[in-house]
């Protein structure tokens, strides 16, 4: 990809919104580039994958490994790992600034789509980030076999947190899962999965206060439904309990908590300027869906380079 800029299209993450989008512009022959901290994204921490057309059963590793192979197979320039800083528009063209492996770079563009998702939120509890990395973890997918035949813990009470806890249910001789509220919210599918095995134990309506620990984690202290603190072993302990859009970085309208917010055709309120996936104020998290949003967003953004 030459270096020629403007370029008709930056974009920015190169998780299942971005890699849709830049399959599209490879085959419409765009002058483009994918600035991202990596390949995959929070797809790749996802756990199994059964719900993803054309796949029977897969896992987040699995499918970011086939996304990278689809951008080399469309020769697509991706610029990794790149940190985008900020996005500013001037008169008809975009100014990007990053950070990339040589330091500060600033590109320009007619068009960007927004494809940088999210990141998952902490607890924000004593311990939490003295011991993350020696026991706290966001990803069980990425570091679940390092904690192989040790009693383990997993907060929250969605998907992910399902998925954690059932992944580690192959792996530990005892998961526990804490939950803040009384029912979980994920799948009915993994829940019924969830309460069929075991080995895993389930604290309802308890929140979660300490990570306890001091090189490494022993365990996690809660508060029961009588308001009781209690505290329970693990040496691993899986934090699941949701994600917050990756938008510093723009000045594009923003939802409450954060989310970009977009047409129907992924443009935000700046003509030129699309976002798609996680990072937008979509009601549901699929990758399916931001598949269908990054390829929305790059027939949009062709659509309005046809225009200026």
């Not at 020769?75 to 950070?99: G, M, S, Y």
């Not at 192989?148 to 005892?174: R, W």
Request: aromatic share 6%.
């Amino acid at each position: 990809m030459s270096d020629k800029q403007p370029f008709d299209l930056i974009i920015v993450g190169a998780s299942a919104a971005g890699v849709a989008a830049a399959i599209y512009a490879a085959r419409r022959k765009l002058t483009f580039i994918v600035l991202s901290l990596d390949i995959g994204g929070e797809v790749a921490t996802s756990g199994e994958i059964e719900n993803y057309p054309g796949y029977v059963h897969t896992d987040g590793i699995e499918l970011a490994k086939k996304f990278e192979e689809q951008l080399t197979h469309n020769n697509v320039d991706v610029r990794w790992p790149t940190t985008v800083k900020n996005i500013v528009k001037h008169d008809a063209l975009f100014t990007v600034d990053a950070e990339g492996l040589k330091g500060p770079e600033t590109y320009r563009s007619k068009t960007v789509i927004i494809s940088s998702g999210m990141h998952p939120r902490k607890l924000g509890v004593p311990g939490e980030t003295e011991l993350r990395g020696k026991g706290v973890t966001y990803c069980t997918t990425c570091d679940g076999p390092l904690f192989k035949g040790k009693p383990v813990i997993t907060i929250g009470g969605g998907n992910s947190a399902l998925e954690s806890a059932l992944m580690m249910a192959d792996l530990s001789p005892q998961v526990t899962v804490i939950n803040k509220n009384p029912q979980f919210k994920g799948d009915a599918v993994l829940i019924d999965k969830l309460r069929a095995t075991k080995n895993i134990t389930v604290i309802a309506e308890a929140k979660t206060t300490k990570i306890l620990g001091e090189q490494l984690v022993s365990g996690a202290e809660y508060t029961d439904t009588a308001g009781k603190t209690q505290t329970v072993e693990g040496k691993g302990i899986f934090i699941h309990i949701g994600n917050l859009p990756n938008s510093d970085f723009t000045d594009a309208e923003k939802s409450p908590r954060n989310a970009i917010i977009t047409d129907r055709k992924q443009m935000t309120n700046t003509p030129g300027l699309f976002a798609a996936g996680d990072v937008t104020e979509t009601p549901f998290w699929q990758i399916g869906i931001a598949v269908g949003q990054g390829i929305t967003a790059v027939l949009a953004a062709i659509e309005y380079l046809n225009r200026v």
